[in-house]
């Protein structure tokens, strides 16, 4: 099988035409299209197809096929644990591409994606690993002495939707895991960024994967909503705003499939009273507006000690200052522009409402001199600002980040906790135990004590309306499995 959607490596990006459906390059059934725009220059930067409802439903009865009839759920886990090794192998060959085709669509620094592309490849290693080595079937034993058989099985057909921020490794998490428990999967990745999905494709093409076990359709969200609507999708994996992945928990409780959610946040970092600020920067630096603040985990208000706020804003605000805006495609560039121009409408109208609400500019709130064209905006940080506030309650998604003060630790943790969200997490101490005994007072399902790690090799996701459901680690796993429980009565 050839593909004819061959992504070229390097800068340039060529537009993919067909679609994975079935084990092989399907040519869409209508003339739909959708075009992008470059974040960098607002010119168009690719026009590809659009899958239809038509070609949806060919993708899930092709997903449906090889899960009913096909070898893949019937497959020892080790057995398609060396289909996911080759996959992972096979996007580890392709990390430069993976990287720009990031950059190019979405405008993150290169310097960054590079930096975090190897993430796609180790999740397809660790899905692999840890098929070989769960219990999908375990021994127990009744009160009578009878044996109970406690078995995990494959969902069935899983639709998994991503977001643009973050494309494949977003999509990894899921396409991995799913297809170790032995699901058969249909992806529909976000309609601006096409281009990692099709190098998955391709990778999961030529590491030979039985047909129709891995799907793609890309669509925007009238596919996407056919996808969770149809009766033989078991489960919905998805990953994007809080907004959308409620509506799609209330499609799916029509007929219970099963939906696991990554969405927004609103996280804190929280500077303890004995916190090192020095020790503090470079994390906070890196995270606090990562990708432009287009990350969910992102750490997007820093709590501070009342009694050092000056001291602290002394040391962060011309760090701020310094960091260097420009062409995402310079290896000197530490922030691009927003996605899309749809993204800096949204960020200004936070910037405007924190003003209106008597926030405190404390640096940026503009567009940066010397970029006429391009979806640019400055890094930007509030002070004075009180946690009922809009833009210290609502996800921004951009580069504006809220200083927030604190009295003491019990009001650092009222603060910390008093948004709808719960994803993500830092807190800063001269004393790590101290700096946990604070973590666990958090409610989040992520957090880092002195910096930031996210590593997709351990569960990641969130509380109350960051969502539901792990993704990494066993944990993202058991996303994908059903339990039975088979009772030896003789
Ligand atoms: P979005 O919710 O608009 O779209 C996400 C995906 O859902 C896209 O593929 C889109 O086409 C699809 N979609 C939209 N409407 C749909 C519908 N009615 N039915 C089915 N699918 C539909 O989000 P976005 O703008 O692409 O991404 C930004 C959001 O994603 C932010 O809120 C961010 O916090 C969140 N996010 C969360 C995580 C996490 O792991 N928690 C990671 C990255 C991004």
């Given at each position: 099988m050839t593909a004819h959607n061959k992504i070229e490596p390097g800068h340039d990006l060529k537009a993919p035409e067909h679609f994975y459906i079935n084990g092989e390059w399907v040519a869409p059934t209508t003339q739909r299209r959708i075009e992008i725009s470059s974040p960098v220059t607002e010119e168009r930067l690719l026009s590809y197809p659009e899958a239809a409802p038509a070609d949806i439903d060919r993708a899930v009865a092709a997903a449906r096929h090889a899960f009913d009839e096909g070898p893949w759920p019937r497959m020892s886990p080790a057995e398609r644990a060396s289909y996911l090794r080759r996959v992972s192998g096979l996007i580890a060959c392709r990390l430069d591409q993976i990287a720009w085709a990031w950059t190019r669509q979405v405008g993150a620094p290169i310097s960054l994606t590079k930096r975090l592309v190897g993430q796609n490849a180790t999740l397809f290693a660790h899905y692999a690993e840890l098929a070989e080595r769960h219990p999908f079937l375990e021994c127990r034993q009744r009160d009578d002495g009878g044996e109970v058989r406690v078995l995990r099985e494959p969902i069935g057909v899983c639709a998994a939707i991503s977001p643009w921020n973050a494309p494949m490794v977003l999509l990894s998490y899921k396409i991995a895991a799913g297809l170790a428990a032995g699901c058969t999967m249909v992806a529909k990745p976000s309609p601006e960024t096409p281009l990692e999905a099709y190098i998955l494709a391709e990778c999961i093409e030529q590491a030979g994967l039985p047909r129709g076990?891995?799907?793609?359709?890309?669509?925007?969200?009238?596919?996407?909503?056919?996808?969770?609507?149809?009766?033989?999708?078991?489960?919905?994996?998805?990953?994007?705003?809080?907004?959308?992945?409620?509506?799609?928990?209330?499609?799916?409780?029509?007929?219970?499939?099963?939906?696991?959610?990554?969405?927004?946040?609103?996280?804190?970092?929280?500077?303890?009273?004995?916190?090192?600020?020095?020790?503090?920067?470079?994390?906070?630096?890196?995270?606090?507006?990562?990708?432009?603040?287009?990350?969910?985990?992102?750490l997007t208000r820093i709590l501070v000690p009342r009694a050092r706020l000056r001291e602290f804003l002394d040391l962060f605000i011309p760090a701020v200052q310094a960091i260097c805006v420009g062409d995402p495609a310079a290896p000197e560039t530490q922030m691009g522009p927003l996605a899309m121009a749809r993204q800096r409408e949204r960020v200004e109208g936070y910037i405007a409402a924190g003003r209106a609400a008597g926030a405190r500019l404390a640096c940026g709130g503009g567009r940066p001199r010397g970029f006429e064209r391009g979806y640019f905006i400055e890094p930007t940080v509030f002070t004075d600002v009180s946690p009922d506030m809009t833009i210290a309650q609502e996800e921004i998604f951009g580069p504006v980040v809220c200083v927030i003060a604190y009295d003491d630790e019990d009001d650092a943790a009222r603060k910390a906790n008093a948004t709808p969200y719960g994803l993500n997490g830092a807190v800063y101490s001269a004393d790590p135990e101290r700096a946990f005994a604070f973590a666990r007072r958090m409610r989040t399902g992520g957090l880092t004590v002195n910096g930031l790690i996210v590593d997709p090799k351990h569960p990641f996701g969130g509380y109350g309306q960051s969502g539901m459901g792990r993704e990494g680690g066993p944990e993202g796993l058991e996303n994908y499995l059903e339990v039975k429980t088979v009772h030896m009565a003789g």
């Amino acid at each position: 099988m050839t593909a004819h959607n061959k992504i070229e490596p390097g800068h340039d990006l060529k537009a993919p035409e067909h679609f994975y459906i079935n084990g092989e390059w399907v040519a869409p059934t209508t003339q739909r299209r959708i075009e992008i725009s470059s974040p960098v220059t607002e010119e168009r930067l690719l026009s590809y197809p659009e899958a239809a409802p038509a070609d949806i439903d060919r993708a899930v009865a092709a997903a449906r096929h090889a899960f009913d009839e096909g070898p893949w759920p019937r497959m020892s886990p080790a057995e398609r644990a060396s289909y996911l090794r080759r996959v992972s192998g096979l996007i580890a060959c392709r990390l430069d591409q993976i990287a720009w085709a990031w950059t190019r669509q979405v405008g993150a620094p290169i310097s960054l994606t590079k930096r975090l592309v190897g993430q796609n490849a180790t999740l397809f290693a660790h899905y692999a690993e840890l098929a070989e080595r769960h219990p999908f079937l375990e021994c127990r034993q009744r009160d009578d002495g009878g044996e109970v058989r406690v078995l995990r099985e494959p969902i069935g057909v899983c639709a998994a939707i991503s977001p643009w921020n973050a494309p494949m490794v977003l999509l990894s998490y899921k396409i991995a895991a799913g297809l170790a428990a032995g699901c058969t999967m249909v992806a529909k990745p976000s309609p601006e960024t096409p281009l990692e999905a099709y190098i998955l494709a391709e990778c999961i093409e030529q590491a030979g994967l039985p047909r129709g076990v891995f799907n793609l359709v890309p669509a925007g969200r009238e596919g996407g909503e056919h996808l969770v609507r149809h009766g033989d999708v078991e489960k919905v994996a998805f990953t994007g705003s809080t907004e959308v992945g409620k509506h799609i928990m209330r499609v799916c409780a029509d007929r219970l499939a099963r939906v696991s959610l990554e969405l927004g946040g609103k996280s804190a970092a929280v500077l303890l009273p004995d916190a090192e600020f020095q020790r503090a920067l470079p994390s906070l630096m890196v995270y606090s507006m990562p990708i432009t603040g287009q990350v969910c985990f992102s750490l997007t208000r820093i709590l501070v000690p009342r009694a050092r706020l000056r001291e602290f804003l002394d040391l962060f605000i011309p760090a701020v200052q310094a960091i260097c805006v420009g062409d995402p495609a310079a290896p000197e560039t530490q922030m691009g522009p927003l996605a899309m121009a749809r993204q800096r409408e949204r960020v200004e109208g936070y910037i405007a409402a924190g003003r209106a609400a008597g926030a405190r500019l404390a640096c940026g709130g503009g567009r940066p001199r010397g970029f006429e064209r391009g979806y640019f905006i400055e890094p930007t940080v509030f002070t004075d600002v009180s946690p009922d506030m809009t833009i210290a309650q609502e996800e921004i998604f951009g580069p504006v980040v809220c200083v927030i003060a604190y009295d003491d630790e019990d009001d650092a943790a009222r603060k910390a906790n008093a948004t709808p969200y719960g994803l993500n997490g830092a807190v800063y101490s001269a004393d790590p135990e101290r700096a946990f005994a604070f973590a666990r007072r958090m409610r989040t399902g992520g957090l880092t004590v002195n910096g930031l790690i996210v590593d997709p090799k351990h569960p990641f996701g969130g509380y109350g309306q960051s969502g539901m459901g792990r993704e990494g680690g066993p944990e993202g796993l058991e996303n994908y499995l059903e339990v039975k429980t088979v009772h030896m009565a003789g």
